[in-house]
């Protein structure tokens, strides 16, 4: 049979064990959020990036329509001669 301190320090050891293992996840969940923000920061990067990629590929293209429009000059019709 084990002895009243033996079985503490089995408890205070179990503890310590457990509250070692409680701050081991607890630096996990860390790193794993931080590596979840820094994915997210890059993603919205990206989007963004992207967003104003498109933004001037529309801009481009209105402004060529509209120079191309305005290049075209509507053909005036002729008055038929009336005789």
Request: charged share 40%; net charge positive.
């Amino acid at each position: 049979m084990s002895s009243p301190a033996t079985s503490k320090d089995e408890m205070r050891r179990r503890a310590e064990i457990r509250e070692k293992n409680a701050e081991l996840r607890r630096i996990d969940a860390a790193r794993a959020m931080e590596a979840q923000r820094s994915a997210q920061i890059a993603e919205q990067a990206k989007t963004a990036r992207l967003r104003a990629l498109r933004l001037a590929k529309q801009a481009e293209e209105a402004e060529e329509k509209a120079a191309a429009a305005a290049q075209k000059t509507p053909r005036k019709k002729k008055a038929a001669a009336k005789v």
